[in-house]
Each structure stands twice: as structure tokens, then as C-alpha cells.
């Protein structure tokens, strides 16, 4: 299926859009958040803190390059179009609902956003570990995602608003998408 010029630049640059995204967030958190409780306030930063994350992550499209390099062979483990999907509705979109429901629900469902961004730092840094190199992102999964999700987590529980539902969600939701991702990659290698 052909897409559009217009679609085909979305996919291929969103992490741009992204970070500058991400940089307005910020900007604008001393408006937004104002009056907030912390644990609000944190959940709110997964979202910029993730795009910039990104823009570590994908610039020059290195993500999906050293994922095809590493687990492709001679397949294309990730297309261009699967890294938009994965991360315009799979972190975007999950953490959009994550700060709505936290807002307006409970601050619990924040950590779905929390457990997102922790998930995805120790998957980086165990893959860090374990190849003794650098891997696209490493840099920002342990120095934004680490203390802010840190952070985050801990809010959300010395707020009274963690409990055993709510942190196995966050987890359980966190550990779902990194699988479906991982489980992707390899049905596309087979």
C-alpha cells in the first residue's frame, strides 16, 4: 500500500516533531502543572522526557538500524512505519491515557506511564550490560528515566496511590508492550 509524500515524511521524522514537542511540554509545565501534587506533576513528565528520549533513540533512524543489524540478518526485524506505530500510539498514545486517568481517575493509573518509561531504561541498560556497548538511548534511560521515573514511582506510592492493583497494571502494562514489540521483531526475523 502507497501512503502519501506527507504520511511517508511523518514516519520518517517524527522523533524531530517529537523532541521539539517535548521541549514545549517542558516549557509549558510551570502553566500546566500549576498547583498540581507532585505525583501528578511526574506522571505528566513521562511524556516529555520520553520524546526526548527519542530523539537519542531514532535520530538518523539508529534505533531501527541497530535492531536490524543485531537480530535481523538478511530480514528487516523493524520497518520504519512499525518504529512509528510502536512509538507515536505505543508511548504517545499510552502515556496520554496514563496522565488523563491519573488526572481524572486515579493517580495510580499514572503508573502506567511510570512503569513505561522504567521498563523501558532497565531494557536498555540490560542491553547495555550484555553487549558491553552503547545501544541508541542508553544515554537518556539512565539519566532522565531512571530519577524521574524514580521519582515518579515513589510519589505515586508515599501518595497513597500505588497498592497492588495499581503497580502490577503500571507493570504489567509496561512489560506487555516491551513483549509485543520484542515479539514483533522476532515473528518479522522467522
Known sequence: MNSSPTIQRLV???????????????????????????????????????????L????????????????????EALTPAAVFVINI??????????????AFVDPGYGLIGIDLTLVNALAHIAQGIALRRYNPGLG?????????????????????????????????SAVAIHAAIIGYVVRRTR
Open 89 to 102: 500510539p505505543g508511548v504517545w498514545g499510552v502515556n496520554l491515557a496514563s496522565i488523563l486517568l491519573a
Open 56 to 75: 537519542e533513540e531514532h535520530d538518523g533512524d539508529r534505533f531501527r538500524t541497530f535492531v536490524n543489524a543485531l537480530f535481523g540478518g538478511k530480514r
Open 140 to 172: 537518556t534511560a539512565i539519566f532522565l528515566f531512571l530519577p524521574v521515573g524514580g521519582l515518579g514511582l515513589w510519589a505515586i506510592n508515599a501518595a497513597g496511590h500505588g497498592g497492588l492493583f495499581f503497580n502490577g497494571l503500571g507493570l504489567a
Open 12 to 54: 520518517a521524522n517524527w522523533c524531530y516533531g517529537g523532541f521539539l514537542a517535548g521541549l514545549l511540554l517542558l516549557g509549558l509545565l510551570p502553566v500546566i502543572a500549576h498547583g498540581w501534587p507532585l505525583a501528578l506533576v511526574l506522571v505528566y513528565l513521562q511524556l516529555p522526557i520520553y520524546m526526548l528520549h527519542q
